[in-house]
C-alpha cells in the first residue's frame, strides 16, 4: 500500500513539473516569438501589406481585438471626393470674424509642409482630405496650447460634415490623473485620427493612423540623419542594454519603470532613472530617490545611446515615449516595453525586423531576450532601424506625408504598395505606384529583379540648331539608341529641316516644339518606353563610343546619374550659404544632364513629386533644372552621381564666337542662388561628393589601340 502511494505521490509531482515547464515555455514563447522573425528572409517581391490588418494584431494571433470598430473606411469615409488620382489636402483658413486661434510652433509646422507640397489646395471642392486650422496636438487641459471651445469652433466649418473625410492630429490627449486616451475635449466624429500612444482597444484598424510621438525641435523638412554611418565592428556595443529617463513615484505609468532598477548592472546593462522631475517630486519622493539621482547623474544620455546595442523604450504617462524616435535615429535597436501601444505606421512598417517586443509583466526576462539576438540579426535591425528613420520619421514633413500615404492606399482602384516598397529603401514616400506595378520598372530595385532592356531613350535639348545634326548622327550610330527625342525650345527659329527628312539609317526621331519650360527636358511622356534615358544639349560633343561606355556603366547604377561634365558645391563660411564650382577636379558631387544618363523614373518624381516651389525657381530662372535633379537623384538614393572618363565636353566659346555661359559670373552666381533655394526647400543638403571616376579598360594605357573596345574616345583631342 506504501508503494503505491509513493509511486502515485510521484506520478503526480511529475505530471506537475510537465505542465510548469511546457506551460512555461509557451508563455516565454509567445513573448519572444519576435527572435524567430528576426531570421525570416523578408525581401518578398510578392508579399503586400495587408492594410486592413495590423501586423501587432497579428504577432499577438488575434487574442487582443480592438473595441472600438464603429468607423471603417467603408462606413465613414466618402469615396467620391478622392475619384482617380486626386490625392488633395485643404485646410480651412482662419476666420476673421472669431478671434484667432492661438496656433502652437508644432502644429504650424504640420499645416505650412502641407501647404506647400503637391498635396494642397485652396479648393475645398476639389479636395479629398480636410485638416483643421484648430491646434489640436495637446489635448491635456493642463497644457498652455490647450484651445478651448473646439466642439463649438467645429459646428462653424462649413464642411465639417461630423469629421467625415478630416483627419486630426493629436500627439497628447487625457490629464491627469488617468490620461485617458479618448479624452481629446471634443468629439472626433467620423474623422481619421492620426494620434500618438494609440492603443489596440482603441485603434479603428484600416481607419486611424498611429504617429509617432515627436520633440517640438524635430526639423519641419529634411531631418538629421541616422548616426549609423557604416556598419561599424563589433556589432555589440558597450552595453547590450540601457535606458536613461525619469520615473514615476506613483500613478499610471510608475509600475514598469519603478521596477527598472533590477535590470540594472552597471556592467553591460544601464537603466538609470530619476524621480528629480517637476514641482513636487521632493514631497513624494520614496526611499530610493536618493540612490537613483546619484546613479542617473553619472552617466550621459548620448553616451549611452550611440554606445548601446539595445535601448529600453518603455511607456510614459501614455503609452508612447519621445525615446522611440531617439533610439531610432540612433541606430540602438528599441525594446518595447509597453502593452498594447500600436506602433507608428504599424500597418504598413514591418517593425519585426527593427525592433523587439518585451512584456511589462515579464520585465525580468528582457536580458535573456536580447542576449539571445545573434550578431546577424543584430547587423539587419540596425540598418533597418536608419532606413524607417531616414524615411519616415526624421521630419515633420516624412510624418505628415506617411500619413497622407497610408490614407491614399485605401482608396479603391489605387494600386497599394507593397511590404518591399515600404520597408525597403528609398521608402514608400519615393515610390509611386501610379508610375508602375512592376518593381522592374523602378531604379533601385535593379538587384532584386533586373530589367533586361539592352536599349536607351536620347532626349537632346536644342534651341540654335547648329550642332544639332552632329549630336544626333552620333547618337544614331550607337547600337543601344531605341529612338530620339529632340526638344525644341526656340519659339523665333524654325525647326531645321533634316529633322523632318526621313532617313532609313536613322533611329525614330520625334520632334516636340513649343517647349517654354526647361524643365520640360524632364518630361515624363510616353514616348520614352525605356528605362534608360540619354539627356543632351546640342552642344555636347560625345562621340559614340563615349556615349555607348556610359550607357555600359549606368546598366551597374541604374539608380544614378552617370555622365560627364562634373561639377561640385561646397559651405562658404565667409557668406555662410553654399557656393557652386565648376573646377576641373575629380571631387565632384553634380553631374549635369547636358551628357548623362538616368533613370526615366525621376522624370516622373521631377514632374508629380517635386514641391512646386521648386519647379517654379527654375521656371523664373531658365536655369538650374541639371542641378535640381541631382538634388532629386541624391535624396533618393543617399548616393553621389557617377563620372566617367575625363574629357571636357564643354568648349569656352559658343559656336558663334561668344562667350560660352559656363564661363558667364553672372551664370555662376544665379545657379548658386538655385543652391540655397533648392537646399532650404528640401531641408537639408542631399548632395553627395565622390572622387570616384570610371574609365575604360586599358583607356590612356601604352598599348595598341587595337585592343580597346572603346578605340574613339583617345582619338578626340581634348
Given amino acids: ?181 479618448e479624452d481629446l475635449g471634443f468629439d472626433t466624429g467620423q474623422a481619421i485620427l492620426a494620434k500618438a500612444s494609440m492603443s489596440v482597444t482603441h485603434f479603428r484598424t484600416g481607419f486611424d493612423v498611429s504617429i509617432p510621438l515627436f520633440q517640438k525641435d524635430l526639423p519641419e523638412r529634411g531631418g538629421e540623419p541616422g548616426a549609423v554611418i557604416s556598419n561599424n565592428f563589433p556589432l555589440r556595443k558597450k552595453y547590450i542594454l540601457a535606458f536613461k529617463g525619469k520615473r514615476y513615484v506613483y500613478g499610471i505609468g510608475s509600475e514598469v519603470r519603478n521596477s527598472l532598477y533590477h535590470l540594472h548592472n552597471g556592467a553591460d546593462m544601464v537603466l538609470v532613472t530619476t524621480c528629480k522631475h517637476g514641482k513636487n517630486w521632493a514631497e513624494n519622493k520614496d526611499g530610493r530617490c536618493s540612490v537613483d539621482n546619484a546613479m542617473y547623474d553619472r552617466y550621459d544620455f548620448q553616451v549611452l545611446l550611440h554606445n548601446s546595442t539595445f535601448c529600453l523604450v518603455p511607456r510614459g504617462r501614455r503609452l508612447g515615449s519621445f525615446r522611440f524616435l531617439e533610439t531610432l535615429q540612433a541606430g540602438c535597436i528599441p525594446v518595447i516595453l509597453s502593452n498594447g501601444w500600436v506602433l507608428p505606421f504599424d500597418q504598413v512598417i514591418d517593425w519585426s525586423k527593427a525592433a523587439v517586443w518585451a512584456d511589462e509583466r515579464l ?17 539587419a535591425a540596425r540598418q533597418q532601424t536608419q532606413v524607417l528613420w531616414e524615411r519616415y520619421f526624421s521630419s515633420i514633413e516624412k510624418i505628415v506625408f506617411t500619413t497622407f500615404e497610408i490614407i491614399r492606399d485605401r482608396l479603391p482602384r489605387q494600386k497599394t504598395k507593397t511590404g518591399l516598397t515600404w520597408n525597403w529603401s528609398p521608402g514608400a514616400l519615393l515610390v509611386h505606384s ?60 524654325p525647326v531645321p529641316a533634316f529633322l523632318s527628312r526621313h532617313n532609313a539609317t536613322l533611329p525614330p526621331i520625334h520632334i516636340l516644339t513649343h517647349i517654354t519650360d526647361i524643365s520640360h527636358r524632364f518630361l515624363h511622356t510616353s514616348l520614352v518606353t525605356t528605362n534608360a534615358v540619354l539627356s543632351l544639349d546640342e552642344d555636347a560633343t560625345l562621340n559614340t563610343d563615349e556615349i555607348d561606355f556610359a550607357f555600359h556603366v549606368w546598366k551597374s547604377f541604374p539608380e544614378r546619374i ?126 553627395l561628393r565622390s572622387h570616384m571616376r570610371l574609365d575604360p579598360v586599358l583607356y590612356k594605357d601604352p598599348v595598341s589601340n587595337l585592343r580597346k573596345k572603346y578605340r574613339q574616345m583617345e582619338l578626340v583631342f581634348s
Fill in 562 to 687: 552617370v555622365g560627364y561634365p562634373a561639377r561640385s558645391h561646397f559651405w562658404d563660411d565667409a557668406k555662410n550659404s553654399w557656393g557652386y564650382t565648376s573646377k576641373w577636379t575629380n571631387d565632384y558631387s553634380i553631374v549635369l544632364t547636358g551628357a548623362a544618363f538616368y533613370h526615366r523614373y525621376y522624370n516622373y518624381l521631377y514632374s508629380h513629386w517635386l514641391s512646386p516651389l521648386l519647379l517654379k525657381t527654375v521656371a523664373q530662372s531658365h536655369n538650374c533644372e541639371d542641378i535640381l535633379m541631382n538634388f532629386l537623384v541624391s535624396h533618393v538614393t543617399r548616393r553621389p552621381p557617377i563620372k566617367v572618363t575625363g574629357r571636357k565636353h564643354y568648349k569656352e566659346t559658343s559656336g558663334g564666337g561668344s562667350r560660352s555661359p559656363w564661363n558667364d559670373p553672372d551664370h555662376f552666381i544665379q545657379r548658386q542662388t538655385c543652391l540655397n533655394t533648392f537646399a532650404a526647400v528640401f531641408g537639408y543638403m542631399p548632395l
Fill in 1 to 181: 500500500m506504501q508503494f503505491k502511494k509513493r509511486f502515485l505521490l510521484v506520478l503526480l509531482s511529475c505530471a506537475f513539473l510537465a505542465f510548469c515547464y511546457f506551460g512555461g515555455y509557451r508563455l516565454k514563447h509567445k513573448q519572444t516569438k519576435v527572435l524567430d522573425e528576426f531570421s525570416e528572409d523578408w525581401i518578398d517581391l510578392n508579399h503586400e501589406k495587408d492594410i486592413e490588418s495590423s501586423p501587432y494584431l497579428r504577432r499577438l494571433g488575434g487574442d487582443v481585438l480592438p473595441n472600438n470598430q464603429k468607423c471603417r473606411m467603408e462606413t465613414c469615409f466618402d469615396f467620391t471626393k478622392c475619384i482617380g488620382d486626386n490625392f488633395k489636402v485643404y485646410i480651412y483658413p482662419s476666420n476673421p470674424d472669431e478671434e484667432p486661434n492661438t496656433i502652437s510652433s508644432l502644429y504650424q509646422k504640420v499645416l505650412d509642409v502641407v501647404k506647400e507640397s503637391r498635396y494642397y489646395t485652396d479648393d475645398p471642392s476639389q479636395a479629398c482630405i480636410f485638416i483643421l486650422a484648430i491646434d489640436t496636438l495637446d489635448r491635456d487641459p493642463l497644457s498652455s496650447n490647450y484651445v478651448h471651445n473646439v466642439p463649438s469652433k467645429l459646428l462653424k466649418l462649413k464642411h465639417w460634415n461630423n469629421g467625415k473625410n478630416h483627419i486630426v492630429f493629436n500627439l497628447f490627449s487625457g490629464t491627469w490623473p488617468d490620461y485617458l486616451e
Fill in 434 to 493: 501610379q508610375f508602375s506595378d512592376s518593381t522592374a520598372d523602378y531604379p533601385f530595385y535593379a538587384s532584386f529583379e533586373p530589367n533586361a532592356s539592352e536599349q536607351f531613350t536620347a532626349i537632346i535639348y536644342a534651341q540654335l540648331g547648329t550642332s544639332l545634326y552632329k549630336v544626333i548622327r552620333n547618337v544614331a550610330h550607337s547600337q543601344y539608341v531605341s529612338r530620339i527625342i529632340v526638344l525644341w525650345s526656340s519659339p523665333d527659329k
Fill in 363 to 379: 520585465l525580468l526576462q528582457v536580458p535573456d531576450t536580447v542576449r539571445s539576438i545573434s550578431a546577424t540579426q543584430v547587423l
